[in-house]
């Protein structure tokens, strides 16, 4: 696990000092303290920081081949490269380290561009072809580790965190409107784009190459959400059961201590009780909570804990909620309004105190169909041509209908109008349409519509199963901009590795071509899921209902951030900035002060985007501190 950093200029044009490469490194210590090092030639150069977790004493980074003509750097793990290493070798190829990143270099070698479909794993890779005088760079298939990469003029730059490309000279922080909006509406700014105009995400499953100046973006894997598999439920159970416990295994390789998190839910304690399976000792396994029951999931944690027999720590937090949000925006290099990045960030933080690797839950609800708002969404949908009226009749009912149930009958209205994607993602979004609007400043107000980035995906699952075509949007942004980001970052932020074992692709792909009734029944999603994990867990865990891994917010902006938003919001440099009226903002405050409503999300959305602008705009930090 690593952070990677690069720039490569175009041919005759010069690369800058040694020390601009060295201080991107330095911005991205934190994702890999134990070693650094770079390679640098008169065109390219590139560097590492290494989080230690295979080969410890051999896997420094840069990694080349026998002749040194190709040289990668890479952060993340793959998985089956001692499978790899054995085809490799047997073609002939000479390795000099035990690391996966060799079996990088060498796939390249022998299959090109499409050696990244044959990795099972995390990843984001920079590779320099000395001899080609080619870079590629490429990501992992569902956007597990980032890649940031900016191409203008006479260079390319790249790497795994935005911030690392700060000191680049003549980088330019120049806000896009078009990544505001929405953040605005979604609470994080979707892939390609970023929140600096001219900088892009390297999209997951995709790699680009760049030659003479010119570079080019390809696709190596597609999410297949059909044709659906012909087996019995008890057939899929099997297979199902065999691929979970065949991508546990797999992550379970390293040559440090590891543990897992653990919230009590579903797909976190599947994933401990494989690991058990696995191992001579017990799991470490990491849950905290909050002082508030709403938020306090540690007796579900550990009733599991209890049930697999793992070695369990749990913590309950009271944190500086102030001094939290303001460190977290540095780690989280973009706007990100998504609160549970707060308990993501303190579960981290815990764990690395006893381990450098934890095994993680994340991607289940996304494969399996666990969301709620799957259901809300197919519920609208079984309406089909009565769609009109059931729109009229609801939206008649919520203008007589008083409070929260008037509010709900209005909303189902507006989203029975609404076409796809927007009658999905309505009900995904942080802000609706009209708050958004209200909320957007003159400077960033023009542009597209506010889901206007999703509707070539939604264009392109127009012949599926409703259920698919809102996993197909998770997949392409919620998933990877979000939820993945949350955990690379907090993870990272505390030197700490976290693996998915329900993304791997074998899962995955599986899973999505379940029939819609193995995946949701009645009003419950995971259907199938949670009929394998019953071989090994309590009935009281298949039963718990889904919960967020969420903070109080409502709280919270009553007392301790109470005066922080007040400051932030009235605040001369809020106005002039020009990304949020003041106005709004102001009122949003004032009502949740005074009970009329819950605005904590929201405030927490406006917050993070000012304290954003203010150590990236006006701070420019290159470093935490």
């Not at 996966?100 to 890779?125: K, Q």
Request: charged letters at 25%; glycine letters at 10%; one cysteine or more.
């Amino acid at each position: 696990m690593c952070g990677i950093i690069g720039i490569v200029a175009a041919p005759g044009a010069p690369l800058p000092p040694e020390a601009v490469s060295r201080a991107m490194n330095a911005a991205i210590t934190h994702r890999g303290p134990d070693d650094e090092g770079f390679f640098r030639d008169a065109q390219a150069v590139i560097g590492m920081r290494r989080l230690s977790i295979i080969d410890l004493e051999g896997g420094h980074q840069p990694v080349h081949n026998e002749d040194e003509s190709v040289q990668c750097v890479f952060n993340g793990e793959i998985y089956n490269y001692r499978e790899l290493r054995a085809e490799l070798e047997a073609r002939g190829h000479r390795f000099y380290t035990h690391s996966d990143t060799e079996v990088i270099v060498h796939g390249y070698e022998e299959w090109g561009v499409g050696c990244f479909a044959r990795l099972d794993g995390m990843f984001g890779i920079a590779i320099w072809d000395r001899r080609k005088r080619k870079l590629v760079l490429a990501r992992d298939r569902f956007g597990e580790k980032p890649l940031f990469y900016c191409h203008e003029g006479e260079r390319l730059v790249f790497a795994s965190e935005l911030k690392a490309l700060l000191p680049i000279p003549g980088f330019r922080t120049e806000i896009d409107p078009d990544a505001v909006r929405a953040y605005v509406c979604f609470g994080y700014v979707p892939s390609p784009g970023s929140i600096f105009r001219g900088v892009r995400k390297l999209e997951p499953g995709h790699y680009l190459e760049l030659v003479d100046g010119k570079a080019s973006v390809h696709r190596y894997y597609t999410l297949e959400l059909g044709p659906k598999h012909r087996l019995s439920e008890a057939e899929a159970e099997e297979e199902l059961a065999r691929l979970l416990d065949q991508a546990v295994k797999s992550r379970l390789v390293a040559d440090v201590p590891f543990g897992a998190f653990l919230s009590g839910g579903l797909d976190s304690s599947v994933v401990v009780a494989l690991m058990s399976r696995h191992l001579q000792q017990p799991v470490r396994t990491f849950s905290i909570g909050f002082r508030e029951p709403k938020y306090n999931e540690l007796s579900d944690a550990r009733r599991v804990a209890d049930h697999i027999k793992t070695e369990h720590h749990e913590l309950v937090v009271e944190p500086d909620a102030v001094d939290l949000l303001q460190n977290l925006v540095w780690y989280l290099d973009e706007p990100f309004a998504d609160s549970s990045a707060v308990p993501t960030y303190l579960v981290a933080k815990l764990a690395r105190e006893h381990v450098k690797m934890v095994l993680t839950g994340d991607g289940g609800d996304e494969a399996f169909g666990g969301y709620d708002r799957y259901l809300r969404f197919l519920e609208l949908e079984r309406v089909g041509p009565l769609k009109p009226a059931a729109a009229a009749a609801a939206g008649v009912a919520g203008r007589f209908v008083p409070g929260q149930r008037g509010y709900r009958l209005r909303r189902i209205a507006e989203r029975l109008r609404q076409p796809f994607p927007d009658s999905y993602l309505s009900g995904v979004a942080i802000t609706r349409a009209d708050v958004s609007d209200e909320l957007l400043g003159d400077a960033v107000r023009a542009g597209g519509g506010h889901y206007a980035g999703l509707s070539s995906v939604a264009r392109a699952t127009m012949n599926l199963e409703p259920l698919d075509r809102c996993v197909a949007i998770d997949f392409a942004s919620y998933l990877p901009d979000d939820c993945l980001v949350k955990l690379d970052r907090m993870a990272m932020a505390n030197s700490l590795e976290g693996r998915s074992p329900l993304l791997a692709h074998r899962v995955v792909d599986f899973a999505v071509k379940l029939p819609q009734e193995l995946r949701v029944q009645g009003r419950r999603g995971k259907h199938l899921l949670r009929r394998v994990a019953a071989r090994w867990l309590p009935p009281d865990v298949l039963e718990k209902p889904k919960k967020g891994f969420g903070i109080p917010l409502g709280q919270w902006f009553s007392g301790p951030l109470k005066g922080l938003a007040e400051d932030v919001i009235e605040s001369r440099a809020f106005r002039e900035r020009g990304l949020l009226r003041q106005a709004a903002a102001r009122r949003y405050l004032a009502g949740h002060l005074a009970g009329e409503a819950d605005h904590g999300e929201l405030l927490w959305m406006v917050l993070s985007l000012e304290l954003w602008a203010r150590r990236f705009l006006d701070d420019k930090p290159i470093t935490n501190g």
